[in-house]
Structures are given as C-alpha cells and as structure tokens.
C-alpha cells in the first residue's frame, strides 16, 4: 500500500529566507505531483514530476524527484509573504488507474 | 482551461438526511474523483470513476455511493448523512494532473 509523508506539517518561515519541504512514498510510482492551497480555496497544481531526476521551477519554487530513494523536495527560494500557503504532494498509485495519494500538506507561513 | 465546477459551496443539512454533491467537468475528461479533506488528514479519497457507470471505491468508502450517468458528471451521495461526515468535499478531475473544483464545505447537525 502506498504511503505518503510529507515534513515539515508547518513552517514559519522569514522573507528572504531559504527552505526545502520534503515528501517521501514507501512504493515504486512514475508520478509525483505538487499542488498549493490557499485558505479557503481549492487546490492548484505547480508541477509534475514523471522522471527520476526531473527538476521543474516556477519562479522561487523548484521542484525535484529522486525516484530511487523514493524523495521528492520542494524548495523555496528567498521566500515572500505570497507563498504562505499549504503545499500538498501527490503520488500516482502504479498500475493504470489515475489515482493519487496525498501528504498531509505542510502549511507554510512567511512572515515579513 | 479546465473547468470542475461543484454545486454548492456551503451546504448544512441535517442528521439522516439523503445528501446529494454534484460535480461537473468540461474537458471530456474519463476520470473523476470524490475526496474529503479534514484538518490534520489531508485529502482521503472517497471514491473515483474511469468511465461512464464505472466506479472504483477510495480509501474511506463507507457511508457514501456515487453516480456517473453522463461522462461529464460525478455525484457524490451520502447515504444517511451523519455528524461525522462533516468535512469539506473536493472534486476533481483528470488528465495528468487532477484538476480540482472549489470544493462543497457540508455541515451535518
């Protein structure tokens, strides 16, 4: 059974400063997702990552996979009050279906 | 862009009620997905369908069934609503990644 753990669950964290959030699974995929919440809202997604090695960067997020060691990281670049969020990451569950499993999400907070 | 659009955004129904959730996507989509999210639990899948009246159960099944009479439409039903399904419900649909609604916050008093 795929299982899915995120770390942190929370982050306080100052402008300017640097992060990484991470997300390990316990079972072989060839998916792994990153979605944001916002309070109240639903979620949105940021990367795909379908390759071991992929890394994709949307301005100060920059997304990896490590397949064999089963690791995903989302790091954070000079955080800004903007990125304050929940931060979700997703595996696919193998063998045709489309279904995911998600972490617990880590809620982030930049504070000025 | 992908549309998912859910019926309601706040719903509050009683005890024991028969709740309906609906759920439309524009995209032709095949795949479509009924979650839960709870504080502290993330998102927990209640159930998914592949096709037109083909349906798979999630990880939290109980208490809920689903109907997908047309391709475009996923509803989630609650059989005999009880306080413990209280919770916010996301749907979504896909391909690669999963497009999410706004999501149906469901009170049950």
């Known amino acids: 059974e795929l299982k899915v753990e995120q770390n942190p669950l929370f982050l306080s964290m100052q402008e300017g400063k640097n992060y990484t959030i991470y997300c390990n699974y316990s079972t072989t995929s060839d998916r792994l997702y990153w979605y944001r919440q916002d309070p109240g809202k639903s979620l949105e997604s940021l990367f795909v990552l379908l390759s071991n090695g992929a890394v994709k960067q949307e301005g100060r997020l920059m997304a990896s996979l490590d397949t064999k060691a089963r690791l995903s990281t989302l790091h954070i670049t000079a955080a800004v009050h903007d990125l304050s969020a929940t931060y979700f990451c997703?595996?696919?569950?193998?063998?045709?279906?489309?279904?995911?499993?998600f972490g617990k999400g880590t809620k982030l907070t930049v504070n000025p | 862009d992908v549309k998912v659009t859910q019926s309601s955004r706040y719903l509050v129904k009683r005890t024991g009620e028969k709740v309906f959730l609906e759920c439309v996507q524009d995209m032709d989509h095949e795949n479509m997905f009924w979650y839960r999210q709870d504080p502290g639990l993330g998102l927990r899948l209640i159930y998914f369908s592949y096709d037109v009246k083909m349906k798979e159960k999630g990880d939290i099944p109980e208490g809920y069934s689903v109907s997908r009479e047309k391709k475009e439409r996923f509803s989630l039903i609650l059989e005999s609503a009880s306080t413990n399904q209280t919770s916010m419900y996301l749907c979504?649909?896909?391909?690669?990644?999963?497009?999410f609604g706004d999501g149906t916050r469901l009170s049950i008093l």
């Open positions: 997703a595996v696919a569950v193998q063998g045709g279906s489309e279904k995911l499993v």
């Open positions: 979504a649909s896909s391909f690669r990644p999963q497009h």
